[in-house]
């Protein structure tokens, strides 16, 4: 086995070559050296997955959202005002603190159910939409 350009003949050499790397690096190496099945990953190690995920697109989700309102504003859909009515709604900052936390679930259900009139159907399905394809839960 070679990693990083170094040739591994002992389990020794191994632990030494991995010993910076994360716990599941070094049993997935571990496993490789040794013929055996990596271990599967657990269930916290899957939620890490998710959520490092998650938290990768989580800005540019916020984003999207905001640029699509400020087309609005250019568009005349909304005024100024209504943009700054819309950013103190107590419904959207719950849906945004549940963005913010990887609460994806959670924000889509809050979208559903928010009375904004400002957030029409349309535009509360393209950001439930935007939330559904970044949900990582497979």
């Known amino acids: 086995m070679i990693i ?39 269930l916290k190690d899957l939620d890490y997955t998710k959520y490092t995920k998650r938290a990768a697109v989580k800005d540019q989700i916020l984003a999207e959202m905001a640029s699509e309102n400020m087309e609005r504003i250019r568009a005349g859909i909304w005024t100024v005002p209504d943009l700054i009515g819309l950013t103190q709604d107590v419904e959207l900052k719950l849906v945004l603190d549940d963005i913010n936390t990887l609460s994806f679930e959670l924000a889509q259900s809050k979208l ?3 009375t904004n009139p400002l957030l029409t159907s349309t535009i509360k399905m393209g ?5 559904q394809s970044h949900l990582y839960n497979s």
């Open 127 to 131: 950001w439930i939409l935007k939330l």
């Open 4 to 42: 990083n350009g170094q040739t591994i003949n002992t389990e020794a050499e191994l632990e030494i070559a991995i010993e910076s790397m994360n716990e599941e690096s070094k049993a997935s190496l571990r496993s490789l050296f040794n013929g055996t099945p990596p271990p599967a990953p657990t």
């Open 112 to 114: 559903n159910a928010a």
